[in-house]
């Protein structure tokens, strides 16, 4: 009889004979097996094509930092990236599916703040953002800008917010809809300053735009990218920015949180895949996206229309999943914002 081990400990006993050869091999396939099961995820990975799907239309801003990063994705790991828009619904329909893919890492999902809010928003919404997807890399963040139409007189945080409160009406904000990060920003805001301001809910940012930029509204919150030429012409006045560093493309324009400490509601980007996902695979991905994200041709393509470029790890997305999950299911309940 001859005992085999394992990591010094007894693995199973064998007969001499045809017996004992045949179980020496197994238990070799067996080890062998043991020691390469991590790598060898990795090494078969990709083995087709991949799906990242963007849930919202072709032209969004989303849609525009997909499309910066997967043909460069694609490049780097000899696979083709395909790139699916799936809007119905709101985008949910396809977070729903994506969270029942296989976790393979051949189907990933490309997702912006709307994916933690939606959650407490949504009847409809099945998935945790937390428990159901494995984050893999916090793509950009973004910061967002008070405008207020240059007819409203003000031009700083001081006078703006003494202007509202001596008036003892509800000046008018635009929001680009019920569930947008605009509108949720503005609720913030809104909570924090202790103001009496109206929301006006429009079905898109285009014309809630147009309508600031005609004065029918007096302000708005909303992303740099849109706030910059409006800012850079005159048309509309930059008060005070969302984010916590001052930003590159509005360098004079202070912080929201300059008055308020703690203020931050910052538009963002990142990629996810299902949960149980393969951790070889996970970090295979990110390892790839943080070089893509690293080329200096790549940084500037997204500074230059007012992102951060951050490229975390795995475990920073994570987290920062979980903290914006929790503050904005505090801020929803706390100022019961409901969708109708």
Do not use: C
């Amino acid at each position: 009889m001859k005992i085999l081990t394992l990591s010094g400990k007894p693995f199973f006993a064998l007969s001499s004979g045809a017996g004992l050869r045949l179980g020496l091999r197994l238990a070799a396939w067996l080890i062998a097996g043991l020691a390469a099961a991590g790598p060898l995820q990795a090494q078969d990975y990709p083995s087709k094509p991949i799906r990242l799907v963007v849930p919202i239309a072709p032209g969004g801003a989303l849609d525009g930092v997909a499309r910066a990063v997967g043909p460069r994705l694609s490049e780097a790991i000899g696979q083709p990236v395909v790139i699916e828009n799936r809007a119905v619904g709101g985008g949910i329909i396809a977070i729903n599916q994506v969270a029942q893919a296989d976790p393979d890492g051949h189907t990933l999902l490309m997702i912006f703040d709307s994916f933690v809010t939606n959650r407490w928003l949504y009847k409809s919404v099945q998935y945790d953002p937390v428990k159901d997807f494995a984050p893999i890399t916090l793509v950009t963040r973004s910061p967002q800008v008070l405008l207020l139409h240059p007819d409203v007189g003000v031009r700083t945080m001081k006078d703006f917010l003494a202007l509202v409160r001596s008036s003892g009406a509800g000046m008018d904000f635009a929001t680009a809809g019920a569930a947008t990060s605009s509108r949720l920003s503005l609720e913030l805001f809104k909570h924090t300053a202790n103001l009496d301001l109206t929301a006006v809910h429009y079905k898109g940012g285009n014309q809630a735009i147009t309508d600031l930029l005609g004065g029918q509204v007096k302000g708005m919150i909303v992303s740099i990218s849109v706030a910059v030429p409006h800012v850079k012409r005159g048309k509309l006045i930059a008060i005070a920015l969302s984010s916590r560093t001052r930003a590159p493309l509005l360098p004079d324009v202070p912080l929201i949180s300059d008055t308020f400490p703690g203020f931050e509601a910052q538009g963002w980007a990142g990629i996810l895949a299902p949960a149980a996902t393969p951790r070889p695979v996970i970090d295979y991905l990110n390892a790839a996206l943080r070089k893509i994200l690293a080329q200096p041709v790549v940084r500037e393509r997204f500074e230059m229309q007012g992102y951060e470029v951050v490229a975390s790890t795995p475990e920073a997305f994570g987290d920062w999943i979980r903290a914006e999950s929790s503050k904005w299911a505090r801020i929803i309940r706390e100022q019961k914002i409901t969708i109708d």
